[in-house]
């Protein structure tokens, strides 16, 4: 065990925690760039699979903070990283949660909600852009992301018909 | 009381449930949506707080969701601490995010354990990285999803677009990013409604 890479962790999560607007689908990219790029915790093909399986599992999508505590530093890693994206957003959302609702009408309220909405779009299509640029390593692959993206667009099949759907073909023809 | 819950949309204030959950009762509501999100938190999330155990009217959760997701951090445990500060304070917000968190993290924890048992399989390396390719298009689909309702608003289109430029082609830290390009938009915004 390790204790400065455990404080490292811890660190670098906390402050994301604060940024992730729009969610932990939004963080990817930044996850990405500190994770992989900065810290050389995880190679890409690391980053992959625990986009995989934490995509697979139950539960929300934060879980590939848990992964990456875990290949970093074990079941501690994994607790400190989780508590670590979870703890700051959650003091702030239970310190506002309290007087939010006095503003319910403010303007300023309106703005701060109308203009946060475009940056959350293009960080979460900026995530689906890393994504793919790190994911999609085959012609196979390329075609599963862009039929699941056509798929969700026009059908309403449940997103895990669509992983299994990914799995099966996956595992035919080891993509 | 609890069946009287169909709340008019006139209601702006409409009162918590008539018998406020217990702690117990959080942890274990949101222990099973934790179990059951695959794919998305938030519809079962719903599910169990406006359908099957009434603790929010549909309006009440339509705002618990767009305060959790207007703040920063898992749009879900957001979701968990609001309804648990609301029915118990901070034990209830505890009791609620716990019980959320706990499945899921020893599940994916096990999963990853396993698949790193398995990771010589060629045929599991693939099914891995063909659920990777489907979950990326599941969030390029989530992005063009939320990016509808900005068709038509010139400014927002270009806001969106710039943040697109910054992370994904220019690599700019968020940090830095965020801290130009909130404050710009939410000044647009503000000028707009004016």
């Known amino acids: 065990m390790s204790l400065p890479l455990l404080a490292d962790l811890a660190q670098q999560f906390a402050l994301l925690s604060f940024l992730a607007i729009g969610g932990v689908n939004a963080l990817l990219p930044e996850i990405h760039r500190r994770v992989v790029e900065s810290a ?112 969700v667009l026009t059908t309403r099949l449940h997103p895990l018909w669509l992983l299994a759907a990914g799995a099966a073909v996956g595992a035919l023809v080891a993509v | 009381m609890a069946d009287d819950n169909i709340v008019s949309a006139t209601d702006a204030a409409p009162g918590p449930a008539a018998v406020p959950p217990s702690r117990r009762a959080l942890f274990l509501g949101f222990l099973i949506v934790g179990m059951q999100g695959f794919g998305g938190v938030l519809p079962f999330a719903r599910r169990m707080l406006v359908e099957q155990r009434r603790w929010l009217s549909e309006r009440e959760f339509i705002e618990v969701l767009s305060l959790s997701q207007f703040l920063p951090g898992p749009n879900i445990v957001n979701v968990s601490i609001i309804v648990g500060s609301r029915f118990r304070g901070l034990s209830g917000s505890l009791a609620a995010s716990l019980g959320l968190m706990l499945m899921p993290f020893l599940i994916v924890l096990a999963l990853a354990a396993t698949y790193a048992q398995f990771a010589a399989i060629e045929a599991v390396r693939g099914a891995t990285n063909g659920v990777s390719a489907a979950a990326t298009g599941l969030v390029i689909a989530v992005g063009i999803k939320m990016a509808r309702p900005l068709k038509g608003v010139a400014w927002q289109i270009a806001m969106a677009a710039l943040t697109f430029v910054a992370i994904a082609l220019l690599r700019i830290p968020l940090l830095w990013a965020l801290a130009v390009l909130a404050p710009v938009s939410i000044a647009i915004a503000w000028r707009m409604q004016r």
Not at chain 1, 93 to 101: C, K, Q, R
Not at chain 1, 138 to 144: C, E, F, K
Request: proline share 4%.
């Open chain 1, 40 to 151: 050389h915790w995880l190679t890409d093909t690391d980053f992959a699979q625990a986009f995989a399986i934490a995509q697979a599992a139950p539960g929300p999508n934060l879980l590939i903070v848990s992964l990456i505590g875990w290949k970093v530093q074990g079941f501690l890693g994994a607790l400190v990283a989780t508590i670590a994206i979870c703890a700051p957003s959650s003091a702030l959302t239970f310190a506002v949660a309290h007087v939010w609702d006095r503003f319910r009408d403010a303007p300023l309220r309106r703005a701060i909600q109308h203009g946060l909405a475009p940056v959350t779009v293009g960080l979460v299509l900026a995530s689906g852009f890393i994504l793919a640029r790190t994911v999609d390593q085959s012609v196979i692959a390329v075609g599963l992301t862009v039929a699941t993206v056509v798929a």
